[in-house]
DNA sequence: CGGAATCCAAGCCGATACTG
DNA sequence: CAGTATCGGCTTGGATTCCG
């Protein structure tokens, strides 16, 4: 998909909405932000983040850092060939992504368990069998 | 109904980072913020968000508000079986999570253009071809 | 070490049809 | 009006293999 440029829109509400995807797609995803918290702390390299973020495959970690690195989030920089050494940093854009997600992150913290008690009344109120 | 949950988790880091995940996928949805955010202004019926929410599915739309009922976001109402008048408002707990993804929200409008430029600096670096 | 490429199972989601 | 049920295409993502 690329924009058609000739054509300037009103700039309506429904863009604005429509456009704010384009970061709710980075921050939904399932492992950006656990990359860009691991960053925060500074450079790391592949294996580094592969054996911090728990659980992810080296598919998508790559697959993450490479869409991550295309939206100026984080920069990949080649140190060496032989033997291969890269390493990942944020860039001033990602710095302040992750501050704006702070405050979500905050809120997270602080509702999960609110969370889990809606949760568990809407199931036992829909039947407990229906249960996820 | 007091829930004696006998069972405090030792609460590790990891812990927080998966739990966070809870939020995210909320947060990451493909509707769920769009919902969010056409309730900010008072309780809406099922046909209003379908007509509001641009390019969402009659199922989809049932999906989400079901889910963010579940999680106490949002809360549903039968006004009427004959003809179905139902509405849906945000809970004291959903408001709060769109306080807390406004930030977020701002963030995007700010830097949405610099997300483009980097998109297409990239694209044109890796390869006109290659653009997704 | 850091990735690219392929295969394939699981699930998401739109379209459609049906219901109270 | 506000759903539920079902089917099918498309995407997602893990496992595996190969490569500089």
Redesign the pocket.
Known sequence: MDAAQSEPRPATQSDDACRTRVVLDIVG??WSLLVVRHLREGPR????L?KAID??????L??T??SLERDGILT?T?HG?M?????YELTEMGITLREATAPLLEWSVAHLARIDEARAAYDARTGPSAAS
């Open positions: 995803d399932k390299r592949f294996t580094e592969k659980g992810i495959s080296q598919r998508m790559t697959v850092l490479r990949r080649v060939v033997p291969p050494h890269v390493s």
